[in-house]
């Protein structure tokens, strides 16, 4: 078998950890309040009325407040006055979320049996990932998510080989957590029930004690999850003041025809066939940003697996925040377009992945394995099909293009990462028979990577000369 010629994968991993915290620290220091969505406004207004915000308040009230108050909390701790210092702030915590994000991810896949080129490869796609560190770079809710997703992610994984009080504690808690900071986390607190009730029935384990089984474990997750997650989360709130417990202040629309295309708002999902049942690499090339025009805008911009692809590979993709987050600079589209391009190839070892786990299910059915019994990987099945739902079904009642963003699953990035390392592997090994094939793959994980990270640096250098947003 030919080796690669990469480096030591030790040093390697610690330029990739290196070059991911810098990144991310870099870019909260460097921002000046540019985000997808206005959060810090919800803070300002728990700081200056010393209550929580009801959901017409402002534009981003209507989201469970956590990390909002969490921010507000810190901004009076440090006594901070100006906005660039409470943007600063709010950043950071976004990307200390960020770093221990990917810190976890590792922690999972060190303990993997796939060679180190491979976890090496699957650990850089996310850690360096251009999506990932922009959002954990701005003062959002998402980096909270997204970490408490992946604590609960890492936990029940380490759950499923022996019942234990501590992991459980901890897969109780940091459900609550992520629950409390946006609604899809309640996607999290949904597959792990799922995963416990199929854990109970097919290892026929109906002990009660939590150091002996799990069904004391799922009872009291139920339990703790409900009360706390809808007292905390505003949900029983919501539900008396509003008549449901989870409010929008962006409208929805009628769910999209089969065929037939119709419009809502900006938008997005036009139909059934047009908006999932499609890829729109070609156009995606031509294209590698988003237009946020209410009437003239790319294709791919009405197909939810395109727009998912191209926000996860392309930081400049969104097209947004205004300012220096949009770029027309030709040298950084053609990075772009390469990135999109190259992209294909982990998207394939994700795709492989999902294919040998669907390969697996359908055994299953056919009593031909035990998947339940053999390993507990498939854990990570329900949270892709849950998190796969989710977006599928908010993306249909949004249907604007606005909805259509891939750090909404990002909370179950974790286990997205299985089936990426699965994939890689099993691709991997036949690059490995041939030299040629092997150089090519390495330079083309390596130039993807590059793509993923110059752009960010751009980012980086244009955000100081910029005026930066107000609070108020």
């Known amino acids: 078998m030919i080796k690669t010629w990469l480096p030591s994968s030790k040093t390697l991993l610690y330029c990739v950890l290196t070059i991911s915290i810098s990144l991310r620290i870099i870019l909260a220091l460097a921002n000046k309040g540019y985000a997808n969505d206005d959060h810090v406004t919800v803070s300002r207004l728990i700081v200056e009325t010393g209550k929580i915000p009801e959901p017409q308040d402002c534009w981003q009230c209507y989201q469970s407040k956590l990390y909002h108050f969490t921010v507000a909390k810190l901004w009076l701790l440090f006594d901070l006055k100006s906005d660039q210092a409470r943007f600063k702030l709010a950043q950071l915590l976004s990307a200390f979320a960020g770093i221990l994000t990917i810190l976890i991810c590792w922690l999972a896949i060190k303990k993997q049996s796939f060679n180190d ?5 699957c650990f850089s796609l996310v850690a360096l990932n251009p999506k990932l560190i922009s959002i954990n770079a701005q003062t959002a809710n ?4 997204i970490l408490f997703g992946t604590v609960v992610i890492y ?14 504690f901890i897969l109780i808690l940091f459900s609550v957590l992520a629950a409390i900071t946006k609604t899809n986390g309640l996607v999290i607190i949904i597959a792990v029930i799922l995963v416990l009730i199929i854990k109970i029935l097919y290892t026929k ?6 150091r002996k089984g799990y069904l004391g474990g799922l009872l009291f997750f139920l339990f703790a999850t409900t009360f706390c997650v809808g007292y905390f989360g505003e ?3 919501k539900y008396k003041k509003y008549g449901k417990p989870v409010v929008f202040n962006t409208a929805t629309g009628e769910l999209p025809h089969l065929f037939e295309k119709t419009n809502f708002r900006n938008p997005g999902v036009q139909s059934v066939i047009g908006g999932y049942f499609t890829f729109r690499i070609i156009d995606l090339v031509k294209n590698p940003v988003i237009s946020n025009d209410e009437h003239v805008y790319p294709l791919h911009r009405t197909s939810l697996w395109s727009q998912l692809y191209g926000r996860a590979n392309f930081i400049y993709f969104d097209n947004w925040p205004n300012g220096p987050w949009q770029s027309s600079d030709p040298y950084m589209m053609a990075f772009g377009r390469v990135a999109i391009i190259l992209a294909l190839l982990p998207l394939a070892f994700l795709l492989c992945g999902l294919l040998m786990a669907f390969k ?7 009593k031909k394995n035990n998947l339940f019994n053999t390993h507990d990987d498939w854990i990570f099945d329900i949270f892709n099909l849950g998190f796969a739902a989710f977006i599928i079904m908010f993306t249909g009642f949004g249907r604007d293009y606005s909805f259509m963003k891939v750090i909404y699953i990002f909370p179950g990035i974790l286990a997205i990462l299985f089936p990426l390392l699965k994939g890689c592997a099993h691709l991997h090994q036949y690059a490995l028979k ?4 092997a150089r090519l793959f390495n330079v083309a994980i390596i130039t993807l990577l590059l793509c993923y990270l110059i752009p960010v640096i751009d980012l980086i250098i244009k955000l100081p000369d910029s005026p930066g947003i107000s609070l108020y």
């Open 434 to 437: 041939n030299k040629l094939v």
């Open 205 to 210: 384990n109906y002990k009660f004690p939590l």
């Open 155 to 168: 936990s029940l994984y380490q759950l499923m080989a022996k019942p234990t009080v501590k992991y459980f």
């Open 360 to 366: 697996a299910w359908f055994r299953l059915f056919f």
């Open 117 to 121: 080129a491979v976890k090496l490869i």
């Open 142 to 145: 998402d980096s909270f998510v």
């Open 235 to 237: 949900y029983y709130g």
